[in-house]
């Protein structure tokens, strides 16, 4: 039989594979590595969560739910949301629970963009964006954030990038992978300018209560924001609860009820008896947040520290669980960097350069890791980086 000829997707062939998916996938193969690749807690779910969806198994909790998610999970979310960050949004058409912050993300995209409608993405940026903005048929438009600055947001560097085709703004706050917490006067700033030139902001703001020094700012929050923002959260990273797939997003009505229309014909909803295991979060597993934030925080401390003495200069995360040193003094590539140290040290990192171009000559690490394996992680960094003086 002749094969098809004619060809497939060239959005998507033009599209890179992950690299964070490629040194995580390398790795799995060594023995003897200590992985600070994928931003993953080392935490499991809190067993409460955990003990509450055994007894939802057994009750029948392994049907559809409605589209938008159970209600009483919508409640709970949009109550956290009030009572942390001062926002409103109503449950019923402002709130809808997703497969994953990744689903909401993708919805987000393809409910507000027609083709060729531009979005600015600040760099380093977590790998995702730039690819889920170019699937939905948009035109991503990096914008590198300085480094020297601890990588804020700089509404002077956005607005230079502005132009009539830009349509939003997407950004991680947290971030991943440079931890960058934002501050309020740069997000009302940012506000300020999406207000002026008429954009939207889209906040993905998983690692809201990874946060260490201050308190978090939601976009949202911020004054004449609201109205313009897409916030995106979920559970995965303050409740340890990556592979349940439970996200949500909350945006003004309008734009909500065309993401809902999407779900409703793609994902349909989030597995059931992951959102009874968030509505359990919710309600009992604050102290369990509390207690993983702290040790991150320890581990952020010693780790951060460690590198500055290795001479790898790091900016001081202020949220999330990753380090973004610069390698520029090993006289190595990002790549290179990672590559080498993988091979001879048995320390898995990500090179920085597929977070953007912006993020050469620095690397990745998540220390959602053990407080004895990092500091055996800076040991065999300090091997590497012996042999190249």
């Known amino acids: 039989m002749t094969p098809p000829q004619k060809p497939f997707s060239r959005v998507v062939e033009a599209i890179p594979p992950s690299g964070i998916r490629k040194f995580f996938d390398l790795a799995q193969t060594m023995k003897g590595v200590i992985t600070l690749g994928v931003g993953e807690p080392d935490f499991p779910t809190p067993w409460g969560v955990r003990e509450t969806a055994i007894h939802a198994l057994t009750r029948g909790?392994?049907?559809?739910?409605?589209?938008?998610?159970?209600?009483?999970?919508?409640?709970?979310?949009?109550?956290?949301?009030?009572?942390?960050?001062?926002?409103?949004?109503?449950?019923?058409?402002?709130?809808?629970?997703t497969s994953g912050v990744s689903e909401g993300l993708d919805l987000t995209l393809r409910a507000l963009l027609n083709p060729g409608d531009e979005v600015i993405v600040p760099e380093p940026s977590y790998v995702a964006y730039q690819p889920c903005v170019a699937f939905a048929g948009g035109v991503p438009v990096p914008v590198a954030a300085d480094p020297?600055?601890?990588?804020?947001?700089?509404?002077?560097?956005?607005?230079?990038?502005?132009?009539p085709r830009t349509k939003a703004v997407l950004f991680g706050s947290p971030s991943n992978p440079t931890g960058a917490a934002q501050s309020a006067e740069d997000l009302t700033a940012l506000a300020a300018l999406a207000r002026r030139e008429d954009f939207w902001l889209i906040s993905d703001e998983i690692y809201d209560r990874l946060t260490y020094t201050g308190t978090h700012t939601s976009t949202a929050a911020v004054p004449g924001a609201?109205?313009?923002?897409?916030?995106?959260?979920?559970?995965?990273?303050?409740?340890?609860?990556?592979?349940?797939?439970?996200?949500y997003v909350c945006?003004?009505?309008?734009?909500?009820?065309?993401?809902h229309r999407i779900h409703q014909y793609t994902m349909l909803c989030a597995p059931h008896v992951s959102q009874v295991a968030a509505i359990e979060a919710l309600r009992s597993a604050d102290a369990d947040?509390?207690?993983?934030?702290?040790?991150?925080d320890r581990r952020r401390r010693l780790f951060v520290k460690g590198l500055d003495e290795l001479g790898l200069t790091c900016p001081e995360p202020g949220g999330a669980f990753y380090a973004f040193p610069s390698i520029r003094a090993s006289g190595l590539s990002s790549q290179d960097f990672a590559e080498q140290l993988l091979a001879e040290q048995k320390v898995a990192v990500v090179p920085g350069d597929v977070f953007g171009p912006s993020g050469e000559g620095h690397v990745r690490c998540s220390y959602a890791?053990?407080?004895?394996?990092?500091?055996?992680?800076?040991?065999?960094?300090?091997?590497?980086?012996?042999?190249r003086a």
């Open 251 to 259: 945006a003004p009505a309008p734009l909500a009820a065309l993401m």
């Open 61 to 97: 909790a392994t049907t559809y739910t409605g589209n938008s998610g159970l209600p009483e999970l919508r409640e709970l979310i949009c109550a956290d949301l009030a009572a942390r960050h001062g926002t409103t949004y109503s449950p019923d058409d402002e709130c809808l629970v």
């Open 226 to 247: 609201w109205e313009r923002t897409v916030v995106l959260n979920g559970f995965s990273k303050s409740y340890a609860m990556t592979g349940w797939r439970v996200g």
């Open 148 to 163: 020297a600055q601890g990588y804020r947001l700089d509404a002077e560097r956005i607005a230079a990038a502005v132009t």
């Open 369 to 387: 890791t053990a407080l004895p394996l990092l500091e055996e992680a800076l040991e065999r960094i300090g091997t590497f980086l012996a042999a």
């Open 289 to 296: 947040v509390t207690e993983m934030v702290a040790d991150y």
